[in-house]
Structures are given as structure tokens and as C-alpha cells.
């Protein structure tokens, strides 16, 4: 309270209100007292010094005297320097109770060999530090072993059946593709082995990273001890450490579930690896990204698939619109959906398991081989020493605008610093820790969530960066919506995926971007066009001045930027030059 207090001092809000808000706290008035008069203290003194130099302006010449340019400076530095201070405070605070080394064997030890990992340690390996990357489990984390690579790959493969199955809206025969399943996840796994270099350890090892395979436990906010397999134990004494533990699946507490079995996002690549055929029935449990995305590619590739969803809809991020597409496109294919209804229990009927959901009163048994828990991730938090340093943690790590935890060498990246669960976001977030980490004592960059795109890789796709509709309304934000339907591009219609929409979201009467939802294929890739341009503060204007080569998909972003512009016309301006060319008419 005290800290918080002597900050809104430094700030320029009436003392009154700072007053009457402190009131409403349980503060101790000896404690508000103190503070704010020592607050005021220095503001005080900077101020007066200003008004006194100012007093003693006599000619034009001593405007610009060193003495009252100086003055005014120290106007503008005084809260940034007493910000620095109360920094420096909070943190002797902080590290109080801990014993510093003299020396240290690294610069920067890594916990977590994952998206936010492996980009924090080849920062600090590029910039000559010395750095230590500790994993425990794979080297590439979740995205390589049972995230992003595994699922886009069974992703191609069931695309492609699915393509087989109506060859004919492109003239040729269709056939029921002969799934040879073992093949698929043997494909599957290849996939994974030709990407594994990318982040294995040889590679860091390389680039001067030491890599070590271990647990890793935070004793000190300067000492990381790592527990190796075999029993072993190493302490290693660090200038700073970037926490980057990643995610795990969140399995709901259902009665039953563990005597039925199930499987995640994790596990499952281990259940369908050595089978011949795919599942017969599959439950999945969540109707999020990744339970939309797995749904849609198992049924395709032959799972009878039912997905239940506690919400009345899919995706409850998106906007109402962007999920009835989703529902559309997996009920086409083949896909139950059951939306609005809750998982009570799980059953075990001889060799076949039962999820037990139920809707106003209504229970029914959905029949499952696979059962797939998809009801999103958390945080991994326990086990690295957290609640003995004291850092405070909720869902997530509790970091402040630079990453910085309660110890301001000790930092977080990635899903366990939320608030996003994106493999290009958790890279991004590992540029500023560990810049952070190693100059943090020079310079530190708040990081920079303005611009973060995300894709859901069902077919069509939906991809979206800054805001949609929902948030817009949910936030008070203005906008207007520009909307250009795909099933009018002319690349589309050749393609056969005349589907899906643009909607971009702009300041009214302006052509700055606030938002773009993409449905349709290929989103992802076209929602690029547009990332850039809202990180570099260019309009539609700019867009649609862009010459896109015909015909193709991103032509897309050229006509809703189009549409834009026909809607802000200069009406007077066109009606002057239709009488302009009626006159020259004669």
C-alpha cells in the first residue's frame, strides 16, 4: 500500500482524489501521512527550483539558460527517476532475506525447452551470455511433440481425404479414400523427426547454449538447482533466470473419467500410434480450437465423432458469426455437435465407455472408443520453487509489464505467463525476457501485445488478429465493420473453396485497423497482409493501393479494403464531377 501510494503521489491527479480513493483503503493514516509527505517532498523541491528560475527571467536571452533548461528538465525526469528509485526499493526489498553470490557461472539460466525456451536461450547464446537451458521432459516442448506439428500434419492427411471424397465438384470421380491409418501416424511421427533438428539440443550446443536434461528447481532468486534422472543434483548460480514451463492439458474432475480412460491433446498421439484403424467412436470433450480441429480431422479420416460443448456455442472467443461457420463446416462433414450441454459423468458398460451429458433436465449417453478431454490448458506451475520464493501466482506467473516477477531478475514467458496459449506469442514474449534478463539493469522494453494473431486450422479456417465484434462491444470500443464475402473471389470460385468472409474492424470514419476475422481457406496466411499492417500503423488505404496479383486468395484483403473505401466516398466531390463531365459533354 505504501509503494502504491507513493506512486499515484508522483503522478499529476488532483490530491484530493488520491485522498478520497486512500480513504477507501485500510492504509494506516501514520503510513499515508508519512509517505505522502515524503512523496511530496521531492516534487515539491523540483517545482519550486522551476518557478524560482522562472522568476528571474529579465531578457529573451535567459529563456535558454542552462540553469532554467536544466529546471524544466528535471520537471520531466523527476517521476521517471523516482519511479527508477522506487524500482531499486522493491527490489532490495524483495531480495532482503536472500544471500547473493560474489560471482556467477551464467548469465541467463533457462527453465523450459519450449517455444518461449528455446527463443530465450538463442537470444542470450546470439548476444555472447552465458546461457544454460534446462528441460525436462522433450526439447521443442508441446508444439513439436503434441501441439502444433502433429496436429497440422494429421490435419494434411485428413484434408486430403476429405478432398477424395468430393472429387467430383472438380470433374473428376469420387472415391472413399482407404485410410491405412498406421501409415498416417507413421507419417505423422516423420514429421515430427524432420523438425526435431530445429530445436534439438545439438543445435543449441552449438550455437553455445549449455543444454541440460533435468528437472530444474528455483532455491534462490540467483541459484537453479537441476535434478538429473539419475539422482544427481547440480546447483548453478545465475545473474537471472527466464521461467518458461509451459502449459498442460486441464482435465475437468468428472466422476468416472479415470476408470474409463481418456486421453489429451498430449496422450493422444501415443493412443493412435500401432493402430491399423482409426477409433470407431470419439467423444471429444471441449469445443475450443483444439477440440474443433481434432474433431474435424478424426472424423474425416473415419472416427464416428460426437463433440460436446458446455456453451450454446463453439469457439466463445470468436463472434457468434465466425463460430456458426465453424458449426456449419464440421456439421457438413459429419460431426455431432452437442452445444449447450454438460458432461455429468463417465460410465464404463462392459468395453465401452459412456460420457453422460445433460441439458435442461435431459441426460443422454454418448458411446466413445477414444475419449479426447480438449477443455483447454493451464499453466505449469508447481515444482520449480515458486511458493518458496514467495512469487505470487494465479492461473498464471504474476509478471509485470517487462516480465519481470516479484524478483526482477527472475522472469516469465510463454503459457506460464499468460495470457496468451499461442507458440508465436510465447517467441514473442521471450524477445522481451530475455532482453530484459541480460539488460534490464541498462534499458527494459515493455512488452507488446497490440499486435498478436491466432489461427484455428479447421476447414475453413479462422484467423483473427487485434479485435473482433465480441470484444469491441464487451469493451465500449467504436468501430465500424467492413465485410467482403470470399464466395465472390474470383480465385476462390476456380478453387472450389468459395467460402468464408473478411471483417475488418476500423475507427469510424478512419481507415486504421482495430481488427481482422478471417474465415476461409487459407486464413491464416492471408491474415499476414494485415498484421503488418496494423504493427506498422498502415491503413486500408495503403492495402488497397497494393497491387495483388490476380488471381489469387489475398486479393481477398484488396477488396475488403475496398469495400472500406466505397463506403467513405467523397459523395460531394463525385456529384461536382459528374456535373464537370456533363458540361464537357456540352
Known sequence: GAFYLFTLRLLPLPFFLVNLAMGLTPIPARTFYWVSQLAMLGATLVYVNAGTQLARVEAMGDIVSPSLLLSFALLGAFPLLARRVLAVLQARRAYAKWQRPRRFERNLVVIGGGAAGLVSAYIGATVKAGVTLVESRRMGGDCLNTGCVPSKALIRSARLAHEMRHADRLGLEAAEPRVDFRRVIARVQEVMRAIA?????????????????????????????????????????????????????????????????????????????????????????????????????????????????????????????VAAAAAAALGRDGVELLCGWRAVRCERDGEHGFLVVEREGVTRRVAFDLLLCAAGRKARLGGYGL????????????????????????????????????????????????????????????????????????????????????????????????????DDLDRAIADGVAEGFVKVLTVPGKDRILGVTIVGAHAGELLAEFVLAMRHGLGLNRILGTIHSYPTLAEANKYAAGEWRRTHAPERLLRLLERYHAWRRG
Do not use: M
Open 387 to 486: 511458493e518458496d520464493l514467495g512469487v505470487p501466482v494465479s492461473s498464471t506467473v504474476t509478471v509485470n509489464e517487462y516480465l519481470q516477477t516479484l524478483y526482477p531478475n527472475i522472469l516469465a514467458a510463454g503459457d506460464v505467463a499468460g495470457p496468451f496459449q499461442l507458440t508465436h506469442a510465447a517467441a514473442h514474449q521471450a524477445w522481451y525476457a530475455s532482453v530484459n534478463a541480460l539488460f534490464g539493469n541498462l534499458w527494459k522494453f515493455r512488452a507488446d501485445y497490440t499486435v498478436i494473431p491466432a489461427t484455428t486450422f479447421t476447414d475453413p479456417e479462422i484467423a483473427r488478429v487485434g479485435l473482433n465484434e465480441q470484444e469491441a462491444r464487451e469493451r465500449g470500443i467504436a468501430c465500424e465493420v467492413t465485410r467482403y464475402g470470399i
Open 197 to 321: 533438428p530445429h530445436d534439438s539440443a545439438e543445435r543449441y550446443t552449438a550455437l553455445g547454449v549449455e543444454v541440460l536434461a533435468g528437472h530444474a528447481r528455483i532455491v534462490d532468486p540467483w541459484t537453479v538447482q537441476v535434478r538429473f534422472d539419475d539422482g544427481r543434483t547440480r546447483d548453478i548460480t545465475t545473474r537471472a533466470i527466464v521461467i518458461a514451463a509451459g502449459a498442460e492439458p486441464r482435465v475437468p474432475p468428472l466422476p468416472g473419467l479415470d476408470e474409463t480412460g481418456y486421453v489429451t491433446s498430449d496422450t493422444l498421439w501415443e493412443a493412435l500410434a500401432g493402430r491399423d484403424e482409426p477409433p470407431a467412436r470419439v467423444a471429444v470433450l471441449g469445443g475450443g480450437p483444439i477440440g474443433c480441429e481434432l474433431a474435424q480431422c478424426l472424423h474425416r479420416l473415419g472416427s464416428r465423432v460426437t463433440l460436446v460443448e458446455v456453451a450454446e456455442r463453439l469457439l466463445a472467443r470468436e463472434d457468434e458469426e
